[in-house]
């Protein structure tokens, strides 16, 4: 080494001979002579000869012969037995050299687990980065930046679009030293150059593809200004190679002039990089000019193109052997299985697919496995070879549902599934088409509304009782679990607010790291706690990967008179699955009603939004087609056949919407017979996000139901709220309300939420169709009205004729998520719009406000699909209650699907007569009586006013007239859960 003088090129001459010993047995004997005698050496010489190591490491990482995964492993084994003499103590920056060097090879490694040597690498560098600060040595700072940028490119665990993201931020940072001026000349073009596919993958697998594409394009053209083919022949073909996988993505302009000017970069690289000298790269080179080939036989000479394809893949496999290059020749076999699938030697394909699958994983190479996974799928799916469709779909979806569990936010995790909707369509078809449509409703619950399901199933999840020495430190730690159990999905959700676009990010940027810091403090918490309940229960952990429902689970869910209706939306027809006790399997029914459906919403939809009084006018008619389109009377007549056959009769219904029928009063549905559904069975239809929330609100035993707690017109605006507040009140024991002024968020907070058995909230409600999570309940102190430097901010509301809340005073869906309902059997939802979702989530995220309380604890909640009317909302609720405490009077079963369903029939079918009644009835004028006590003369007399002034224009009508027959006055609540 000392004769080399450091050159690596004189050192390859020396080595030439024995390259070949070079392998895993060399670094075995290297790691056993190093061990026992540099640990037994005096100081000094450990450290020249560990210095040693460390160079000769260096060098045959240059090497270009030889067995590379061989190398690594000496380099490897090197780095590791110089860091035991050269420590961070003794010799730190020798130390943060070997961890950058170390995290590099890692990277590069090809024996063992990928992810896990990527994991390793990112280890390494970030051990690294603890010695080589900006501040101190900031060359080799930027040195590491860039290294550590590498290995979240290929970073296999958590999120890939998170790995991006610190992948671009990583080699930003080197930027900050590496400027143009010419003292880092070269290293700024290789960050350039990397920085360029950091910006390529995220256009592949995020949004904004042509703007980050465009930035890619960018970077590699300022390291062109360095790189030159003269002066830097091997790293200009690299980056000219890269820029020709931008044009071979970039859509933009002329989509054929791209992927020409791709394919004249690719065989410029190939040029220099020759199979003779540069093997690897030739490989990449012939395999990137194989999928140009590929995408533009679509265009002109197809035949050819798919041929120079398949050759060029072909070619390929020459160096990305299996055993060499197992991703690269994974990658290959799934571009040849393309190939030969559009040439339709549909078995060559397949078989290059299930090759491909022998690397790729779910739980090693997720995003890979998927898209392999699914092209398999979709070829076999084609050609009706259901079997072979369902093992590619299959393995696709475990992959999904690894990036989903790496994933860190829920929003990131909707994006996943929702990219991927696809393949849970197409395997639930599959099934189908194979007559098992138990497997087939399987994987429908397996998209739907899985973040909430994620988070209750975890949030139930103790250790083991019988491991503790007493039952006060297992106390202790469960209350510990629970509390950071809502605090931290709390946090995360305001984030996910704050962080919803750019323009928010940077208003709320103290605020955003204030939150940072917040969650890691909680996450920290949790990890603690972990340690401690670990040292008594091992095999605890704070979640669990929540497993699919079976569908023996799912039929569980029903009983000799009770059925389930399941629907589910594909690009194509609207399926309905019927659950019952009384068959093994679901009854399947399609409709191909999907283009009359789509209308349907987006009239129904529009016409809310901008006719809302003749939306109120049609909405019978709109519902009866509503009924027509989802054949609503088939999926009957095929139920009582099924209950028939068993001699029974059903009499309840659960009914489980998908995407934006969830917006859609189903139980409202008229009938042939001229009933509506909800009419036709006696104990009731509800509503549930899907099977397996159904299964975990069940499980919860709330046997109490004495307790209120209310708010009541918080917005001083809201006659009748007053009035249904103090009638529902009478029938509790104790009872706390919050009344107008006193409903603000801090009262809330102050109130012992968990001890109540009913939560009523009787106010205005805002759903953020935007998005969802800032959904909120208006309270008392949010109206703001003092001058705002910027009411367009994620802080405020602007709503109702230019009126500006503070979201920070209002009962938002993220807040929601903190409160503790543990006693709570029933959270009503008396106000507009509370029953609403995201409409346009295509995984059926089930985002709203019911979802909140549902994690916090309640088992059912009543909520609302539109704007209600004021005085037949408090009517309707009146009513609700008193059928409620009817059920507990004659001992029968707590249903607040009942009790809703039958209030609505009675308000629809009142008459003036007997609404003429109501209004003479004690406990009505009793509700007067105690709101004159209450409230202020003003107050007290616009109660009066407004109730005077209905009843005269009721009195006005023939008695026997139903004035709330139209649904629009009974049909909006909706009851979910139990």
């Known amino acids: 080494m000392k004769i080399s003088k450091g050159n690596p090129q004189f050192a390859c001459l ?133 290294n550590l940028g590498n290995a979240y490119c290929d970073h296999i665990y958590g999120d890939r679009v998170e790995n991006m993201e610190k992948a671009v931020d990583a080699y930003q940072a080197a930027l900050e030293v590496y400027t143009t001026d010419d003292k880092f000349l070269y290293e700024r073009a290789r960050t350039q150059n990397n920085l360029g596919t950091a910006y390529q993958e995220q256009a592949l697998i995020g949004d904004k593809k042509e703007e980050k594409l465009q930035s890619a394009i960018a970077a590699y053209r300022s390291a062109l200004k360095v790189r030159k083919r003269k002066t830097l022949p091997q790293e200009w073909a690299t980056t000219i190679h890269n820029l ?19 394919i004249r970069r690719y065989n410029a690289a190939l040029t220099v990089r020759t199979f003779e000298e540069y093997r690897k790269d030739w490989a990449q080179a012939k395999y990137n000019l194989g999928n140009a080939y590929f995408y533009i036989y679509t265009t002109s000479n197809k035949e050819e193109n798919l041929d120079l394809a398949i050759k060029a893949y072909n070619e390929t496999l020459r160096v990305y ?28 394909g397949i078989e290059c697919y299930r090759a491909a699958l022998k690397i790729y994983k779910p739980t090693t190479f997720p995003i890979n496995c998927l898209r392999t996974g699914r092209n398999l799928g979709d070829t076999a799916f084609n050609i009706w070879r259901w079997a072979d469709a369902i093992e590619g779909y299959s393995i696709a979806v475990e992959a999904v549902e690894q990036s989903r569990e790496w994933a860190s936010r829920d929003s990131r995790k909707a994006e996943i599934l929702s990219a991927a909707i696809d393949v849970y369509a197409g395997i639930v078809q599959a099934y189908i088409n194979i007559d098992q449509p138990d497997k087939a409703i399987e994987y429908v619950e397996r998209s ?20 503790y020495p007493n039952t006060e430190i297992y ?50 918490q949790r990890d603690e706690l972990l340690a401690e309940i670990n040292q008594i229960d091992s095999n605890f952990t704070f979640t669990q990967k929540v497993q699919p429902i079976p569908f023996r689970d799912i039929q569980s869910l029903t009983d000799e008179s009770t059925a389930i209706v399941e629907w589910y939306i594909t690009g194509t027809q609207i399926i309905t699955f019927i659950i019952t006790c009384h068959y ?93 559904l909800f009419e036709r069975f006696s104990k009731g239809v509800g509503y549930a996000p899907s099977c397996q929330l159904q299964q975990q609100v069940q499980q919860r035993n709330r046997p109490h139901f004495q ?83 910027d009411p367009k901010s994620e802080r405020y509301l602007t709503w109702r004729d230019g009126e500006t809340h503070n979201l920070d005073k209002c009962l938002t869906l993220d807040k929601i998520f903190n409160l503790n309902l543990e006693q709570c059997r029933l959270v009503n939802l008396s106000a507009c719009e509370t029953g609403l979702t995201d409409p346009n989530s295509i995984s059926d995220e089930y985002i709203g406000l019911p979802s909140g309380f549902l994690f916090a604890g309640s088992p059912s909640v009543v909520s609302s699909l539109w704007k209600v009317d004021d005085l037949s909302t408090s009517f309707l609720m009146m009513k609700f209650y008193e059928k409620l405490q009817q059920q507990q009077k004659q001992n029968q ?26 209004f003479a009835k004690p406990q009505f004028k009793n509700a007067i009586a105690q709101l004159h006590q209450t409230l202020s003369k003003e107050e007290f007399f616009e109660i009066e006013d407004a109730i005077e002034s209905r009843r005269k224009k009721f009195q006005k009508l023939d008695p026997n007239d139903q004035p709330f027959a139209n649904p629009y006055y009974w049909a909006a609540f909706i009851a979910t859960g139990v």
């Open 14 to 146: 020396l080595l030439q001979p024995n390259f070949k010993l070079l392998d895993d047995e060399f670094a075995q004997v290297l790691r056993i002579w190093a061990t026992i005698n540099l640990l037994q050496m005096k100081l000094i010489d450990a450290e020249s000869i560990a210095s040693d190591i460390v160079i000769f490491c260096n060098w045959i990482q240059s090497l270009p012969q030889g067995s590379e995964a061989g190398i690594l492993e000496v380099a490897i084994t090197g780095y590791e037995v110089s860091a035991l003499i050269l420590t961070q103590e003794n010799c730190k920056e020798e130390w943060a050299k070997i961890q950058n060097n170390l995290g590099v090879a890692y990277r590069k490694r090809i024996r063992g687990n990928r992810a896990e040597n990527l994991d390793w690498a990112i280890r390494c560098l970030k051990q690294a980065l603890t010695i080589r600060t900006q501040k101190d040595f900031p060359k080799d700072w930027a040195e590491t930046q860039n």
């Open 244 to 262: 020709g996988n931008c044009y071979l993505y970039l859509k933009c302009a002329n989509p054929i002039q791209n992927l020409n000017r791709a």
């Open 321 to 348: 052997t299996r055993e060499a290059f197992p991703q690269g020749w994974a990658d290959t076999q799934n571009c040849l299985g393309k190939a030969y699938s559009e040439r339709w030697q549909i078995d060559k």
């Open 448 to 467: 739907k509304a899985r973040n909430l399901v994620e988070l209750l199933v975890n949030k139930d999840i103790y250790p083991k009782h019988d491991s």
């Open 475 to 524: 106390q202790t730690h469960c209350q510990q679990l629970e509390q950071l159990r809502r605090q931290i999905p709390a946090i995360q959700r305001e984030l996910e607010v704050l962080i919803s676009n750019r323009e928010s990010e940077e208003r709320y940027r103290d605020e955003i790291e204030q939150r940072r810091q917040e969650l890691n403090k909680l996450q920290q």
């Open 584 to 676: 093994p399997h679901p009854i399947v029914l399609d409709s191909e009603e999907m283009t009359a459906l789509e209308n349907w919403d987006q009239e129904y939809r529009d016409s809310y939004q901008n006719q809302n009084t003749q939306w109120i006018k049609n909405l019978a008619s709109r519902i009866q087609h509503l009924a027509e389109i989802l054949h609503i009377d088939d999926i009957l007549s095929r139920i009582d056949d099924c209950f028939a056959q068993s001699g029974a009769k059903c009499n309840r219904l659960i009914l489980i919407p998908h995407r934006y029928l969830h917006l859609f009063p189903l139980h409202a549905l008229p009938l042939a017979n001229g009933k509506l």
């Open 707 to 789: 307790s209120l707690f209310a708010i009541q017109n918080p917005t001083g605006d809201l006659v009748y709220s007053n009035l249904e507040v103090q009638a529902i009140k009478n029938g509790f024991q104790p009872a706390t309300v919050l009344e107008q002024t006193q409903a603000t968020l801090s009262a809330i907070d102050a109130a012992p939420l968990q001890t109540f058995h009913c939560a009523h909230f009787s106010c205005h409600a805002y759903f953020n169709l935007a998005n969802p999570i800032k959904s909120a309940l208006i309270l008392a102190d949010a109206p703001v009205t003092a001058a705002i430097a």
């Open 893 to 918: 079963p707590f249903s607040s699907v009942l009790a809703l369903n039958h209030a609505q029939q009675w308000l629809r079918n009142l008459t003036c007569r007997e609404l003429e009644q109501e």
